[in-house]
T-cell receptor, first 116, second 116 residues
Framework: DARVTQTPRDKVTEMGQEVTMRCQPILGHNTVFWYRQTMMQGLELLAYFRNRAPLDDSGMPKDRFSAEMPDATLATLKIQPSEPRDSAVYFC??????????????FGPGTRLTVL | AQKITQTQPGMFVQEKEAVTLDCTYDTSDQSYGLFWYKQPSSGEMIFLIYQGSYDEQNATEGRYSLNFQKARKSANLVISASQLGDSAMYFCAMRERNFGNEKLTFGTGTRLTIIP
């Protein structure tokens, strides 16, 4: 049963600390997405990659957030320095990346981040 | 203007009854995809069903069906014979255009509670 995996599942940190979230997409999927879910903003796209190249990171605060795909099996989202307003659930999703309207995105279990 | 509108913040439905969750969308594209996801209390996002803008028949997946009315720009999710395990948040999402834009835009969700 192919699934997107994310680590850690929960992270509590103090303001100013660096946070790194990791995602392993479904094998064979070549698009990877990072979403953030908050009560106020709902689900919003932060960034996405196709074939490891960043295609859209317009939803991401550039001064503190960075997203990378070191290889096809690993995507990372870093926040440095973290702030209390970054507290949210961060989802990674992957898709087959054919560019077709019907390509479904499959979500990981999410990382619940709390910044104190 | 909101691209995806879910007007029902919460719904209570008796077990075994059918339930319809509303979703309207706004797009000027001719080619787009509509998706429904379920988010139980555990937090993961589970893909339920997809409808393409050119699909002539309504999508069905087991107890889930999508009532697609293109002229009205609505894509309502119908769950037949509801079960206690259907209690969750449900999100409608849209993807516009083939090729290049793979971003999903989500609605604010509907919290469905099934009453025994």
């Amino acid at each position: 049963d192919a699934r997107v995996t994310q680590t850690p599942r929960d992270k509590v940190t103090e303001m100013g600390q660096e946070v790194t979230m990791r995602c392993q997409p479904i094998l064979g999927h070549n698009t990877v997405f990072w979403y953030r879910q908050t009560m106020m903003q709902g689900l919003e796209l932060l960034a996405y990659f196709r074939n490891r190249a960043p295609l859209d990171d317009s939803g991401m605060p550039k001064d503190r957030f960075s997203a990378e795909m070191p290889d096809a099996t690993l995507a990372t989202l870093k926040i440095q320095p973290s702030e209390p307003r970054d507290s949210a659930v961060y989802f990674c999703a992957s898709g087959p990346g054919g560019g077709r309207a019907w390509d479904t995105q499959y979500f990981g279990p999410g990382t619940r981040l709390t910044v104190l | 203007a909101q691209k995806i509108t879910q007007t029902q913040p919460g719904m209570f439905v008796q077990e075994k009854e059918a339930v319809t969750l509303d979703c309207t969308y706004d797009t000027s594209d001719q080619s787009y995809g509509l998706f429904w996801y379920k988010q139980p209390s555990s937090g993961e996002m589970i893909f339920l069903i997809y409808q393409g803008s050119y699909d002539e028949q309504n999508a069905t997946e087991g107890r889930y069906s999508l009532n697609f009315q293109k002229a009205r720009k609505s894509a309502n999710l119908v769950i037949s014979a509801s079960q206690l395990g259907d209690s969750a948040m449900y999100f409608c999402a849209m993807r516009e255009r083939n090729f290049g834009n793979e971003k999903l835009t989500f609605g604010t969700g509907t919290r469905l509670t099934i009453i025994p």
